[in-house]
């Protein structure tokens, strides 16, 4: 308000001028209210220059909403110069123009205030003579016809005859902003009401006109206020159903909102069952994998295990039949020297009976003898040294048996060690492979959000390896079962072979017993007084029996051993089918909870079906109600358009009548002064 003021004060001493007393005054009185928005000079006497200073101010004010200058006795000067200030103000709704005698250069300047002001809602011009002037008056209701803000205008006491009562009718025409006029008081007539009454037929905006005291006809005065009906018929329908279209819109937005955050938490639901169940996925399969990996070791270990004890079988079935060899070879040694003893018994006795008949011949033979003794003597130092040989041939199966007894004590040391070493492996095994799961676990655990985006992708990729997994699994076995038959096989090799090895050391042994036997054949003949060298023998002979009894305890203690080794690798190897039967168990355990992962990702996809098809159910119900909804609307702007044309067939009907009755009256020929 103080600025209102300075800015009045410093633009009268620009110009030169006194400042007007009583608009000082009003001033004064204005900002003593307090914060006024009214600048009320009603019946204040404004001179020129006056109103040209508060044109200038009131074209930049931002304070006041409402301006009165009624009964104020403007001249044309300063109408025109007030009004031009107004055109560029953007703050006074309300101008009060009352009782100012305004003639053309008013109605000129006003029509030029409604062509460029956007802020004027109520316009009061009063007990003024805007009608008197045609031209003037046209070009104010030119300006009226362009203004889109102006709601209410007051007209009465104009002096508007039925002309310009046809230019305020154009002026309607194209107007779409004003609500209110007020025409009361003045000289319309009938031919002005029937061209406000025709404007009416296409401005649906005005809603209430006043045109008492105008010399209208009644008929004419209800035909306005029928169109006045139903342009505020019209407005409160349009109101009812922008309300309502606005109320739907609303509710057609928040059930959208409603229906995107509740399909939005159902995605997010969704995701996050994937994600679980992707990560259960992901890690059964890992454990899946790495129970797969023990298992293949297991069964590795235990084949290695089993080829080890085959070999170890073997090794013992080798030296079982070795011994058994020499068991059949000291029995017949034993037969043989049975067979011997009979023999030189029997000949014993008949050398006895031949001793008489010899003696004669013996005397005479003496010198012969004498010359056969030395080469006798010749041929047992040769048999003393074949004795001798096979006493050390005796002592080298000695020392092979006791280095096969201690190859087998060595391979028995070495079997104990690799399974020591295959059990401390295996537990190695175990722990690397817990170390590499707890690894696994923090890198998912890292690479969450990374496997989130890509959860459907990995999804199939896992369905894909797992089925890769399993082929891999079948072609593990096969080649598993293809390895043992060909280990079999070799194992079969190998026996055949060492079979083949043994029957060649038989035969060799039967051809070194068939040579002793000659050479025991040849020494029988040759020794029949050879009795000492035969007591020798058989000295050796006992002896060497004595030792071949104490290496048969040997070897049955040492069998012994091996059985006590046999029952412990037993005992081991069925401890390491019961860790695998329970590792086999814990595997179809684990598959048994993967297939209630599996029905329970198929139970949550069928959830999630179902959910979708409830939710496109309600889209479907939602979007039938949207369009019943948008059909009503469409019906009530039929019947709208129907109304419309009613009133209009309506008022072209009662226009044909008044003209008629205009026709055949004896007014019709009586034309009033201009």
Not at 105 to 124: D, F, H, M, P, Y
Not at 360 to 376: Q, V
Not at 414 to 420: D, G, I, V
């Amino acid at each position: 308000m103080e600025d209102f003021r300075r800015t009045y004060l410093r633009l009268c001493k620009e110009s030169g001028l006194e400042p007007q007393e009583s608009v000082l005054n009003q001033l004064h009185d204005v900002r003593a209210a307090g914060d006024s928005t009214r600048l009320d000079l009603a019946t204040q006497s404004l001179s020129v220059d006056t109103c040209a200073v508060l044109g200038r101010v009131l074209s930049n004010d931002v304070l006041f909403t409402e301006v009165v200058l009624s009964d104020c006795m403007l001249s044309e000067e300063g109408v025109k110069l007030l009004l031009h200030g107004l055109c560029s103000n953007t703050t006074v709704k309300v101008l009060d123009l009352k009782g100012n005698n305004m003639r053309a250069v008013g109605s000129e300047a006003l029509g030029k205030l409604l062509r460029q002001n956007k802020s004027i809602r109520r316009l009061t011009l009063e007990w003024n003579a805007l009608g008197m002037w045609g031209e003037a008056f046209s070009i104010f209701c030119e300006g009226l016809g362009s203004n889109e803000a102006l709601k209410q205008l007051d007209l009465r006491n104009n002096q508007i005859n039925h002309q310009g009562a046809g230019e305020l009718a154009m002026a309607l025409k194209r107007n779409t902003t004003l609500q209110e006029l007020d025409l009361r008081w003045n000289n319309i007539g009938l031919l002005g009401g029937r061209a406000l009454l025709e404007s009416l037929q296409q401005n649906r905006m005005l809603l209430q006109l006043e045109m008492a005291g105008n010399n209208v006809p009644s008929d004419t005065l209800k035909a306005v206020e029928q169109s006045i009906d139903h342009n505020s018929d019209r407005k409160s329908t349009l109101k009812e159903s922008r309300s309502k279209t606005q109320v739907l819109s609303k509710e057609i937005q928040s059930l959208r909102e409603e229906k995107g955050k509740q399909f939005l938490n159902m995605m997010e639901t969704i995701d996050k069952q994937r994600e679980d169940l992707g990560r259960s996925s992901r890690m059964s399969a890992v454990r899946v994998g790495q129970l797969q990996e023990a298992l293949n070791e297991r069964k590795s270990a235990v084949n290695s295990l089993k080829a080890k004890l085959q070999m170890t079988e073997a090794a013992l079935a080798l030296s079982e039949q070795k011994s058994h060899d020499l068991g059949e070879l000291l029995s017949r040694v034993k037969l043989e020297k049975s067979e011997l003893k009979e023999r030189q018994s029997r000949e014993m006795n008949k050398e006895q009976e031949e001793a008489v008949i010899r003696e004669g011949k013996l005397i005479r033979e003496l010198h012969i003898s004498t010359e056969k003794t030395l080469h006798l003597k010749s041929k047992v130092d040769e048999l003393e040294r074949r004795c001798k040989a096979q006493q050390d041939h005796i002592f080298d199966l000695k020392q092979e048996l006791t280095n096969s007894t201690a190859e087998l004590k060595l391979r028995l040391a070495q079997a104990e060690e690799r399974l020591e070493a295959e059990k401390k492996r295996s537990k190695q095994t175990l722990d690397d492979a817990e170390n590499l799961r707890q690894k696994e676990v923090d890198q998912l655990n890292r690479h969450r959000e990374e496997s989130e985006r890509s959860l459907q992708d990995r999804v199939q990729k896992l369905e894909g390896i797992r089925i890769q997994l399993e082929e891999e699994l079948s072609r593990v076995r096969a080649l598993s079962v293809t390895e043992r038959a060909q280990a079999e096989e070799e194992l079969v090799k190998v026996r055949n072979q060492v079979r083949l090895e043994e029957q060649q050391r038989v035969s060799h042994l039967e051809e070194k017993l068939r040579l002793l036997t000659q050479s025991r054949d040849e020494s029988q003949i040759h020794c029949t007084q050879q009795k000492r060298t035969v007591s020798e023998l058989q000295a050796k002979n006992n002896h060497l029996a004595l030792e071949m009894e104490g290496l048969k305890r040997r070897i049955e203690e040492l069998q012994q051993e091996l059985g006590g080794k046999e029952q412990e690798k037993v005992a081991e190897v069925n401890k390491v089918r019961v860790e695998l039967q329970e590792q086999i168990g814990h595997l179809q355990a684990e598959r048994a909870t993967q297939g209630g992962l599996k029905e329970k990702i198929a139970a949550l996809e069928r959830e999630m079906k179902v959910q979708t098809s409830n939710h496109r159910e309600a889209l479907l119900d939602k979007e039938s109600e949207i369009a019943s909804l948008l059909e009503k609307l469409r019906l009530k702007d039929g019947e709208i358009m129907r109304t419309r044309e009613d009133e209009a067939q309506r008022a072209s009907f009662l226009q044909k009548a008044i003209l008629t009755y205009v026709q055949g009256s004896p007014l019709g020929s009586y034309s009033p002064n201009k």
